[in-house]
């Protein structure tokens, strides 16, 4: 990918751990590549907690370096990469300190991007300074989850950012749809001719999918516990997931023939009825127990979160989508902390044949299923069911499968890499409308506001296993389970 696009990349936030660890890497990563970013473009941080660039770049080589050196740092490259950063030193709660960015940055060549990792208290005020510097023009402004804590304050915030750039000029991130095999979800649905046939209710049965995390809350107690999993990982990757593997071939690639289908899928979405919500929606949070051998604590004992804390730290819910494609075909969605495994994955069980002349062992030996994993090692695998060989006919589920790496062993590209290279030449594609944001905030929210009146706690489940039995049940009921390999 060459570009000659030139660019000034104002990351706000500049010191913070998001910057540390994705941002200022996935910008190294391009740089290192090259041709990948245009040679005058320039990266200017935005922080309290250095002083002047000096200090800027030896907080960098301290603390950004080590989260580039997988394979060991080219230090050609870093030194060159260094020398595209900058530093503005403001207090981002004064407005008049931004004539100072303004000046810093006014004779940079190319498109702006001002890049808030930053806290979303402090989205609008950042906003309203960079208009009242005239900074908002010729620009484009990248927000980072969580946008607001429900549908009101997620409004509010996109009324206030609206009132300043326009809808074009906003990239709303989700992580998740830069993952590389997110973008391969969409070349299996759409590149091939094999699957879209059967991708609807007349030959799936069931769809799952799962986002589980080995790691707990880590140093974000205090976040986490005002946020949950609903809030944190639901509205956003798992319904992004979900529409994605839900929605209907989009006319081309172009970024809002995609998200015009996706908004589709969310707007159909069933409501859920809150007489409903324990049949459909469990939550837990996890106690202590043992991962990979290592104890772990409860999360109510994690530093941040309150003793009595009633947060999930995991959901499972049934889904439905209300169109003729997938009408009455359950989406089973799950996520958590501290569970079983780091896995993140989907499952199409398509149905049974309607006739079997095979006998009794091909319907005990199951039927078609397609596993697409996202995370840790992308695979695609596929089962079928295949004679045992000998004598009689007894079918067995064996599976094809397509590992990517020995495939492709080059090439491949981290989200935050793929996504910053998209603000930077003008791509939307791969982040959130605000439509989409609102329709997911809305189907979310019965369920926030039923387990909030409700008043019961979470169902404990211990660290390392895969949740609150309850969550097994949910499927039992729909005569599936879920599906639970190793890696
Ligand atoms: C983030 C959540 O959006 O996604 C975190 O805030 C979560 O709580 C993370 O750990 C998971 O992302 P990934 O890419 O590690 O699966």
Known sequence: MQTDSSFTFVLFGGTGDLSMRKILPALFEAHRAGG?????????????????????????????????????????????????????????????DFVHLRDAIKDLPGIRVFYLATGPSLFVPICHALASVGLNENSRIVLEKPLGYDLKSSNAINDAVGEIFAEEQIYRIDHYLGKEPVQNLLALRFGNALFEPL?????????????????????RGDFYDNT????????????????????????????????DEKL??????????PRDIGKVAVRGQYHSGVIRGTAVPAYATE?????????????????????????????????????????????????????????????????????IRLQPNETIRLYCLAKQPGEGMNLASVHLDLAFDQFF???????????????????????VRRDEQEAAWRWVEPILNEWKASNKPPKPYASGTWGPAASSAMLAQHGTCWLEEEN
């Open 36 to 96: 990948m970013l245009a040679d005058s473009g320039k990266i200017v941080a935005v922080a309290r907690h250095a002083t002047d660039r000096g200090e800027y770049i030896q907080w960098v080589n301290e603390h950004v370096k080590p989260h580039v050196s997988k394979n060991g740092v080219d230090e050609a490259a870093w030194a060159s990469f260094l020398e595209r950063i900058e530093f503005v030193n403001i207090d981002l709660g004064k407005a008049e």
């Open 199 to 219: 991708w609807r209710r007349e030959w799936v049965e069931s769809i799952q999918i799962t986002i589980a995390e080995e790691l707990g809350v880590e140093a």
């Open 228 to 259: 949950g999993a609903l809030r944190d990982m639901v509205q956003n990757h798992l319904l992004q997931l979900l529409s994605i593997v839900a929605m209907e071939p989009p006319h081309s690639m172009d970024s809002d023939s995609v998200r």
């Open 409 to 431: 062993r080059e090439g491949q590209m981290e989200a935050y890499q793929r996504l910053l290279l998209d603000v930077i030449n003008g791509r939307l594609a791969l982040f």
């Open 264 to 273: 589709r899928v969310l707007r159909a979405l069933k409501p859920i009825d």
């Open 303 to 371: 530093a941040g979160v309150r003793p009595d804390s009633t947060t999930e730290t995991f959901v499972a819910l049934k889904v439905e989508i209300e169109n003729w494609r997938w009408a009455g075909v359950p989406f089973f969605l799950r996520t958590g902390k501290r569970l079983a495994d780091r896995v993140a994955e989907i499952v199409v069980n398509f149905r049974a044949v309607p006739h079997s002349a095979l006998g009794a062992s091909a319907l005990r030996a199951g039927a078609n299923r397609l596993v």
